[in-house]
Each structure stands twice: as structure tokens, then as C-alpha cells.
């Protein structure tokens, strides 16, 4: 079984400043790991995963992750954060071997940008 | 290109009423989720389809909860006898392949209210 921890349930940034949203995860086999972006009233868009390679992935707007296998951690960041950024944020992970994408999802992160 | 559609996108039952949520997949996925998130938590996982076959259902919470996708294409998640704690956004996802690294899309949700 796997096991999401996002510790931070809201992280309030003042708009251009650096945020990092925290995952931690644990699992007995090997897994694939997500960052999921849920804007109000809205469904969940994938941000970035990591699938193999690169430990470090880009998102097309400006978000990276790191995987980190020592630390079990998959943290999202971002340099400079926009007002439009403002949303809930969901780390995720699926087994390697699973037939297919069954996420297990931690409870999420607020982020609130403001000016 | 057309996303995931869940409808209703709100309903609201009275306690031991049964309803009926629809989920249309992106044409040709194979692969068909169902998520509950209740408020203030991560979508957890309820059942899963490899085109009309339920392959896991594991995540349904009780026996009144009850998906089917008789054609292969569109879903239906059936709650019998709905109670308060069955209130919750249910969401469908998608997905093109059956291996786990296959990237799921998400539809907007449903927002169950029971009364």
C-alpha cells in the first residue's frame, strides 16, 4: 500500500515570491509520482510527473519537482508565483508495476497568492 | 477536444433517496476511474474499468455503491439509499492506455449533497 503526506494544508505567498509545496510519500514497491492542480469548481489537470530519468521535472508554467528517493519526497516549486496560481495543489502516486493509474492522493495543499 | 463530462454537476438527495451520477470519458479511453473527495481531503480511489470489465472495486465503500459501464464508454456510479456521509465531489478520469504511467483526465465532478 502507498501513503501521501502533504503537511502543509495552506501555504499563503505574497505574489513573485519563491513557494515550495511539500510531498512526502511511502510505499513498499516502486512508484510513479504526480503533482495534480485543482482550480476552483473545476476538475483535477495534471501539473508534472516523474516517471524515470531526470530526477527534476518542468511544468510548461513554471513549477519543478524533484524526486528524491533517499528522502521518499516529490516537493513542487516555483521561483516566482502568480496571482493565477492560486489553487489547490495534489501530490500523487501510482505503483510501477500497477495495470493501470490507480492514484493514491494526499489531502492536498492551498496555495494563495496574494499581492 | 472534448474532456471528460460528469453530470449533474450538482446534486442534492435526501437522506435514503438512491442516485445516479453519469460519466462520459474521452472517446476511445480504455481505461475508466472513479474518485471520491469529500471536503478538505484528496480524491480517493472508488473502482476502476478496463473498457466494460470492473477490474477493481475495491475502494467502494459499502454495498451500496455501485458502478457499472455496460458498453465500454460512458459510466454510471449508483449510490442506493444515500446517506450523510456519502456527501462528497465524485469524480470521474479517463485514461487512453491500461498501464499505470498512462495519464489520467479528470472531469469536473459532481457535488453530492445529502440532506
Known amino acids: 500500500a502507498q501513503s501521501v503526506t502533504q503537511l502543509d494544508s495552506q501555504v499563503p505567498v505574497f505574489e513573485e515570491a519563491p513557494v515550495e509545496l511539500r510531498c512526502n510519500y511511502s510505499?513498499?514497491?516502486?512508484?510513479?509520482l504526480f503533482w495534480y492542480v485543482q482550480y476552483p469548481n473545476q476538475g483535477l489537470q495534471l501539473l508534472l510527473k516523474y516517471l524515470s530519468g531526470s530526477t527534476l521535472v518542468e511544468s510548461i508554467n513554471g513549477f519543478e519537482a524533484e524526486f528524491n528517493k533517499s528522502q521518499t519526497s516529490f516537493h513542487l516549486r516555483k521561483p516566482s508565483v502568480h496571482i493565477s496560481d492560486t489553487a489547490e495543489y495534489f501530490c500523487a502516486v501510482t505503483p510501477l508495476t500497477g495495470t493501470a493509474s490507480k492514484l493514491t492522493f494526499g489531502t492536498g495543499t492551498r496555495l494563495q497568492v496574494t499581492l | 477536444g472534448a474532456g471528460v463530462s460528469q453530470s449533474p454537476r450538482y446534486k442534492v438527495a435526501k437522506r435514503g433517496q438512491d442516485v445516479a451520477l453519469r460519466c462520459d470519458p474521452i472517446s476511445g479511453h480504455v481505461s475508466l476511474f472513479w474518485y471520491q473527495q469529500a471536503l478538505g481531503q484528496g480524491p480517493e480511489f472508488l473502482t476502476y474499468?478496463?473498457?466494460?470489465?470492473?477490474?477493481?472495486k475495491s475502494g467502494l465503500p459499502s454495498d451500496r455503491f455501485f458502478a457499472e459501464r455496460p458498453e465500454g464508454s460512458v459510466s454510471t456510479l449508483k449510490i442506493q439509499r444515500t446517506q450523510q456521509e456519502d456527501s462528497a465531489v465524485y469524480l470521474c478520469a479517463s485514461s487512453p492506455g491500461r498501464r499505470s504511467n498512462s495519464p489520467l483526465h479528470f472531469g469536473n465532478g459532481t457535488r453530492l449533497t445529502v440532506t
Open positions: 510505499s513498499s514497491v516502486s512508484v510513479y
Open positions: 474499468f478496463q473498457n466494460e470489465a470492473q477490474l477493481d
